[in-house]
């Protein structure tokens, strides 16, 4: 088989990629010595798309002007491309085209109908029931996305949540496959019996952090447990606004922003931390059916956590007891449940085993290789 991906990607501000689910299906696909064709959309356009493997290699200038006007670019982007990917491989094995997000899974539906690809696959890596503030573009948005469905051979979801959407939509169970935003196994650090009482965090630095109670929450701890820190991994627009709220709650030197990391280096960062923590605004409301790829990668690593009930994952750690679940953010209830970690050794091992646990169930390996 010969595979396409279309994504799009977020960029860090010194224009390095966003590592997320697309480079890891690109990951395995490679790994197995599959042929992959990668085509790669900015999120916002600011970054030009980018088509690459060893046979082709094309570029389209960023465009921030006009969404219409972008997406109906990306979408001959994707079907010229992928044309180019055909002509240009000799072999005749079938091609299978993964289109995340509706634009790209609709260019998908295009080749199959010109027998272009042999099976198009709609990889749903979010969903939002108002997704736009714009009636008229949140029903656009709505229509691609039941154009994309009725195209699609089968429909991956990375939730639970989602699934259950995609069922309450009328798609047949046949079609749908869990697919969630795990790690792989093989990637993890070995586990180490030395772990610090670091917190650690792994996200953009956006509105759709809650940062202020985590700090509260340091802020207390520290004056009892003097090694305690808050690790900060990541950049965005709210990352001068967050470090002037460190400084106001004079926490300097107990709350560090260490920046980008590579993959691997998080990774790192993980495996010899205490506590993970995830806590969701509702600033973007696609939240509630998203999986969060730092909260899949936390568990892996033995990583018990914090999060609030917004996003899908959420769910999965209430049900196999790999932290604490909170439905509203509650300083109190966040210390309580910290100091029993650190107190009752216990009690923090038996939900490091559960997250390892989690880890294992859900490696991305394994789902991969079920599915392909």
């Avoid at 088509?51 to 290699?57: A, F, P, Q």
């Avoid at 995830?278 to 730092?294: Q, V």
Wanted: glycine share 6%; charged share 25%.
């Amino acid at each position: 088989m010969k595979f396409i991906i279309a994504s799009h990607v977020t960029y860090f501000g010194n224009g390095n990629e966003n590592y997320g689910l697309s480079h890891e299906l690109q990951k395995y696909l490679k790994k197995k010595r599959y042929e992959v064709l990668f085509i790669k959309h900015c999120l916002y356009g600011e970054y030009p798309s980018v088509v690459s493997n060893t046979l082709l290699r094309n570029c389209r200038k960023g465009d921030k002007k006009s969404l219409i006007i972008r997406t109906f670019n990306e979408l001959i982007f994707d079907v010229s491309s992928s044309i180019k990917f055909k002509k240009s491989t000799k072999t005749n094995a079938r091609t299978v085209y993964i289109g995340v997000d509706p634009i790209n899974s609709i260019a998908g539906f295009i080749l199959k109908v010109g027998k272009v690809i042999d099976k198009n696959i709609y990889y749903t890596a979010d969903y939002a029931d108002n997704r736009f503030n714009n009636s008229l573009v949140n029903f656009v948005y709505h229509f691609m996305d039941k154009l994309a469905l009725y195209g699609a051979d089968e429909v991956w979801c990375v939730s639970h949540r989602i699934m259950k959407k995609r069922k309450s939509q009328g798609v047949s169970s046949r079609k749908i496959k869990f697919l969630p935003n795990s790690p792989f196994a093989s990637d993890l650090p070995k586990a180490t019996e030395s772990r610090n009482k670091n917190l650690i965090i792994v996200s953009s630095l956006t509105k759709s952090l809650s940062l202020e109670p985590i700090l509260k929450v340091v802020r207390i701890l520290s004056v009892r447990h003097k090694d305690i820190k808050l690790l900060i991994v990541g950049t965005g627009p709210q990352e001068g606004e967050s470090k002037k709220l460190v400084d106001k709650m004079i926490l300097k030197g107990k709350v560090l922003f260490l920046g980008q990391k590579k993959h691997d280096e998080v990774l790192n960062l993980m495996a010899k931390s205490f506590l993970g923590i995830a806590l969701y605004t509702n600033e973007h409301n696609f939240n509630f059916y998203g999986d969060s790829m730092k909260v899949r990668e936390y568990v892996a690593c033995g990583l018990p956590v914090i999060i609030n009930n917004i996003p899908s994952t959420a769910d999965d750690i209430k049900k196999n007891k790999a932290g604490l679940v909170i439905n509203r953010i509650d300083e109190k209830e966040m210390i309580a449940f910290i100091e029993k970690c650190l107190n009752d050794r216990d009690y923090y091992n038996y939900l490091s085993k559960n997250a390892k646990k989690m880890g294992i169930e859900f490696d991305k390996d394994k789902m991969l290789d079920q599915i392909i």
